[in-house]
């Protein structure tokens, strides 16, 4: 039992990440049908900007983290720019291959730049509270509630600003959205730009308790993947349950079966699901 | 139709001297060229299959290293855990990887788009992951070592690094000679008909789930005859040879030679090998020169060199014919810039 | 017709890319070691091979054993390079990448042969060695072999030479110092890759003969693994003293680190993969009590070892340095010494032998004591492990190596 709980905690933290990546890959698939293979590696550039802005300039936790939010922001809208804005006409697999193509290039740019070492954000967050005999750090339980805070911020900007509801708009109908005079373009760019947003503060939030590496994004890039195809891509609800889902899964999947096989059973899962429900569980409308 | 003629001829010079050039080819370069060439051959013959998906059927499948995976192990169990000759392990494999895709097909055909992408893409983390996990049959990560080389064929024997280069070889022709039968059939036409749109070929009276199922099953023959070759020709594998990454690097000398064409594979591979060959002093600096050459092809060039190059000589074609012969001109552009 | 016309353009191709290749190649120097500052004019280069992780996840890595082998190809030139036969040679060192693939490795192995002429060829990785191995005795090349797989000497290689030590030495001394301090009970948490298995292979029976018990299995991909706290906290709940970690030292100090903050108060026995010293650069030492591994060359005293650390800092701008650098630079040292004795630098079986009579050595010029090289052709070292007790380095832990 205490070892439940504890896993349910750790879940939940794994959890709050996932989420928080995953609901970025999920609004670029619902505004722009492009699946961005890059999107974790935006994550990874994020997990940057919060350790050089902390270790080399000093930076506040809180302050690195909004300046990798705002790095971010500047990369995603490039990242729209200059790779799928051009290609927004082309066939589904071209769109696949430029991401994967622009994963490559991030990966291996991070390399030259950064080395491949593992690195860890300074911790300043370091208390352990107990609660019988649960353990939990006190950076951990940041990353839990803010996630959920930027979770709500971002619900609150979708339905209450206009802006927001714009790509509200233009997930359920593109065509419908031009014809009542949405910029397109603009949308496009403000998604690609809160996405990377939600993957810098997934990173900020995560790099002092993981290793900060360049092969951190294709990790985690996987694993969203399979959140937002169980959720349903594009579905935001989807990718919010999914992430947890996921994290807790594991969690719990790392106690009560055998750990070798889990990987297995976590991608044969998504197949079935993929096999009887084609567009995920928790998909928005037929495609 | 003057034109035509002479161009039959030329080309066929041209089949001659490109066979003999590649006949030639080791007595006049160091084994180390002959190393490179044989393993793009190798490599070449898996990318036709991602070829015939992607290029001709339209579908990107990403579970090719998967397949190759597969082929690589499956000839490399059974010629060194039961000593089966190469010569019987290399068609069972084949055979075998295609049987795989076909199950595999039914479930991963039910999809389409992103989806399918998806799921070809999970298929193959599940392969490179079962490859990893199942030590007691396939070594686990230490994978396996001492694969035979070839068996003697007759009075040939593949002892040496250049006999085996032209095993590769045979095999690589073999390839682009069925690939060329398949692509300029029926079948490959109709592999065309579901890319542009598979309602309308529906709607035309194709099976489209059997088209499918047929283009998948061929890919995956000559990706598992591949990694087949690949466990003779290394004689160690890991489970390496299954990792998803090695089908973006499938992908990546697709696009470069050129999806959709004969020649794509062959030149994308040999042209991509050359460039890391040659780029090796550059080491870290390849992999951003190659991701950042993925997104400028998929952009500009999305026929590849092949594409682009034959778009030149149509126009060139035009050009040297208007000048040559005013009153035919028309007839030879015809369907020049068509892949 | 249309598709004959396609074979022109596969030739025109092909030609390119292979004149590319040529040209590539040919016109691209290596950009490795300097030729050493005293060669003379009449000095002769002979070109030593290096086959490694350069770029991708095991850069690091390769670059780390990289070092060790650029050091001690300067330190050999500077030092006038070496006499074989009357002639001097200076040492060019040729590092390709290999991405840690082996068929990658196999390709560089015949360009450093072919092209290169080196009679020597380094590689830091098993698949490499194995990927090698088919044909290195046919052309003519010895294998530098930095891996501790015990089966590339098993293939009955005649031209592996292994580098470091075996790791079956350590588990007996390092389980005993633990298991008095902490107790008996032990939770396996080492990575999924192919070393730690063979380690944990290793280790169980050894720890179970000494009277102790495992509490389990839950062993952890150390590189693609997000967050240990799952393991980690299955693990403690099986009430272990002691755990066993082991992978690369950054993810195996968060692993110790995440117990820590899970409440673990008992000891841990450290693979020799992790390095303390890297560790300790993750968590503070109090945490790393009661931590048992592989002691650290910055810790030694002996001359040469001392004399290794300075010249190293030197080297790389203060960096300390591991038993990857330490053990790439005694091999580059070894095979010099060997191709003087052996009077060649071609011919690879005499080199292999030169460097088997060249023992004993003085010690006092060796980083660690070398008794010799076996029959099988593995490198027959010395080996010390250390506790952390108190926050502080405890007392040398001399292992004796079974061959």
Redesign the interface.
């Known amino acids: 039992m205490?070892?439940f709980a504890?896993?349910l905690v750790?879940?939940l933290?794994?959890g709050s990440?996932y989420c928080l990546v995953a609901l970025g890959l999920t609004l670029i698939y619902g505004i722009m049908e492009v699946p961005n293979f890059a999107h974790g590696h935006l994550y990874m550039v994020g997990a940057y900007v919060t350790f050089f802005a902390m270790t080399l300039y000093g930076l506040n936790y809180w302050l690195s983290a909004l300046l990798a939010g705002v790095v971010l922001a500047v990369l995603g809208v490039l990242m729209e720019r200059i790779v799928f804005h051009p290609l927004r006409h082309a066939p589904a697999s071209n769109k696949f291959i430029a991401a994967v193509g622009a994963m490559m290039f991030l990966e291996?740019l991070a390399?030259v730049l950064w080395?491949?070492?593992?690195r860890?954000i300074p911790v300043i967050y370091d208390k352990?509270f107990?609660i019988g005999t649960l353990?939990i750090?006190e950076q951990r339980l940041i990353v839990i509630i803010a996630a959920i805070f930027l979770m709500i911020a971002l619900n609150l900007f979708l339905k209450k600003t206009i802006i927001g509801s714009s790509i509200e708009a233009m997930a359920q109908n593109r065509d419908g959205a031009s014809l009542v005079g949405i910029n397109v373009n603009n949308v496009a760019m403000l998604t690609f730009a809160i996405a990377s947003i939600l993957a810098a503060g997934a990173a900020a939030l995560?790099g002092p308790?993981?290793?900060v590496f360049?092969?951190?994004g294709a990790?985690?890039i996987m694993k969203a993947f399979v959140i937002i195809v169980i959720g349903g891509m594009g579905s935001i609800p989807g990718a919010v349950l999914g992430g947890y889902v996921l994290g807790i899964t594991?969690?719990m999947g790392?106690?009560y079966i055998s750990?070798d096989y889990k990987d297995v059973v976590a991608f044969l899962v998504l197949i079935l699901i993929l096999t009887i429900k084609p567009t995920g569980i928790f998909a928005k409308g037929v495609r | 139709m003057a034109g035509?003629k002479k161009?039959?001829k030329?080309?066929?010079l041209?089949?001659v001297?490109?066979l003999l050039?590649a006949l030639a080819l080791p007595q006049f370069v160091?084994?180390?060229?002959?190393?490179?060439i044989a393993?793009s051959f190798i490599f070449a013959i898996a990318v036709y299959g991602l070829n015939l998906m992607e290029g001709y059927l339209g579908l990107l499948s990403l579970a090719q290293a998967g397949f190759f995976g597969i082929g690589a192990y499956m000839s490399g169990l059974l010629t060194l855990k039961i000593h089966v000759s190469f010569w019987l392990a290399l068609p069972i494999t084949a055979l075998l990887t295609a049987v795989l895709a076909v199950l595999i097909g039914f479930i991963s055909f039910r999809t389409r788009g992103h989806y399918f992408v998806i799921l070809t893409l999970c298929i193959g983390v599940i392969i490179n992951l079962v490859i990893e996990k199942w030590e007691s049959l396939t070594g686990?990560?230490?994978?396996l070592?001492?694969i035979p080389k070839p068996s003697p064929l007759g009075p040939l024997t593949f002892n040496t690094?250049e006999s085996q280069y032209y095993l590769v070889l045979a095999f690589l022709i073999l390839t682009v000679f069925v690939m060329?039968r398949v692509v300029?059939s029926l079948v490959g036409r109709t592999f065309v008909s579901i890319r542009n749109s598979e309602e309308l070929a529906a709607t035309l009276g194709i099976n489209v789930m059997a088209n499918k199922l047929l283009a998948f099953a061929i890919a995956a023959f000559f990706t598992g005859m591949a990694g087949a070759l690949?466990a003779g020709f290394?004689?160690?594998?890991?489970p390496?040879v299954s990792n998803p990454n090695l089908t973006f690097e499938f992908l990546l000398y697709l696009l470069i030679?050129g999806q959709a064409?004969?020649?794509g594979p062959?030149?994308g591979t040999?042209?991509a090998?050359?460039?890391t060959?040659?780029?090796?002093?550059f080491?870290?600096y390849?992999?951003v020169i190659f991701g950042a050459l993925l997104m400028i092809m998929v952009k500009f060039f999305p026929w590849g060199?092949?594409g682009f190059?034959?778009m030149l000589?149509s126009k060139y074609q035009k050009h040297f014919m208007k000048k040559a012969s005013e009153g035919t001109a028309t007839m030879s552009t015809a369907?020049g810039g068509e892949i | 017709?249309?598709?004959?016309?396609?074979?022109?353009?596969?030739?025109?191709?092909?030609?390119?890319?292979?004149v590319?290749?040529?040209?590539?190649?040919g016109t691209?120097?290596?950009?490795a070691t300097n030729q050493g500052g005293s060669s003379t004019a009449a000095a002769k280069v002979v070109n030593i091979g290096y086959s490694g992780p350069?770029?991708?996840?095991?850069?690091?890595y390769g670059q780390d054993t990289l070092n060790g082998l650029k050091m001690g190809v300067e330190e050999i030139n500077h030092g006038g390079g070496i006499t074989v036969a009357g002639q001097k040679y200076t040492l060019n060192l040729i590092a390709?990448?290999d991405q840690?693939?082996?068929?990658m490795t196999?390709?560089n192995a015949?360009?450093l042969?072919?092209?290169n002429k080196a009679p020597v060829i380094f590689t830091p990785h098993?698949?490499g060695v194995?990927?090698m191995q088919?044909?290195n005795q046919e052309?003519g090349f010895l294998i530098g072999a930095y891996t501790s797989?015990p089966?590339i000497l098993e293939?009955g290689n005649k031209l592996t030479y292994r580098i470091p030590p075996p790791y079956d030495g350590y588990p007996e001394p390092f389980s005993k110092a633990v298991m008095e301090k902490y107790g008996k009970r032990v939770a396996l948490v080492p990575g999924?890759?192919?070393y730690a298995?063979d380690w944990t292979k290793v280790f169980v029976p050894v720890w179970e003969k000494l009277g102790g018990t495992v509490t389990g299995d839950?062993?952890?991909d150390y590189n693609?693994e997000?967050?240990f706290?799952?393991?980690v906290?299955?693990a403690l709940?099986t009430k272990p003293d002691v755990l066993f970690v082991g992978g690369?030292s950054?993810?195996t100090a968060?692993v110790v680190k995440q117990a820590r903050?899970?409440?673990f108060k008992g000891g841990f026995i450290l693979m020799d993969q992790a390095k303390l010293e890297q560790m300790a650069q993750?968590v503070p030492m109090d945490q790393l009590n009661g931590a048992v591994g592989v002691r650290p060359v910055i810790q030694f005293d002996n001359p040469g070892a001392k004399k290794f650390v300075e010249a190293y800092k030197k080297f790389k701008n203060g960096e300390d340095p591991a038993w990857e650098q330490a053990w790439h630079y005694t091999a580059i040292k070894v095979v010099a010494k060997g191709m003087e004795k052996a009077g060649t630098v071609e011919d690879a079986a005499k080199i292999f032998e030169g460097m088997k009579q060249i023992f004993p050595l003085n010690a006092n010029d060796w980083v660690a004591e070398i008794k010799g090289i076996s029959a099988k052709g593995g490198m027959l070292g010395e080996a010390h492990g250390i506790m952390v007790i108190d926050g502080k380095y405890g007392p040398d832990m001399p292992i004796t190596l079974k061959d």
């Open positions: 205490d070892l504890q896993q750790n879940g933290t794994l990440i291996a390399r080395g491949s070492d593992f860890s352990v107990t353990r750090t995560a308790i993981f290793l360049p092969s951190m990790l985690i594991e969690a790392a106690s750990t | 035509q161009w039959f030329g080309s066929t041209l089949v001297l490109f050039a160091s084994r180390y060229y002959i190393q490179v393993m686990g990560v230490r994978g070592i001492g690094l060329q300029n690949y290394i004689r160690f594998i890991g390496d030679g064409t004969i020649a062959i030149v040999l042209v090998s050359g460039l060959e040659g780029l090796q002093f080491q870290e390849r992999m060199i092949v190059s034959k000589w369907k | 017709m249309l598709e004959r016309r396609r074979y022109l353009v596969v030739f025109l191709v092909i030609l390119l890319s292979l590319l290749a040529a040209s590539g190649c691209a120097k290596p950009a350069l770029s991708g996840g095991a850069a690091l390709l990448d840690y693939l082996p068929n196999a390709t015949r360009r042969r072919t092209e098993s698949g194995f990927a088919q044909f052309e797989e089966k293939t999924t890759h192919q298995k839950f062993a952890v693609k997000t967050d706290y799952t393991y906290s299955k709940a690369a950054k993810p968060m903050e899970l409440g993750t």
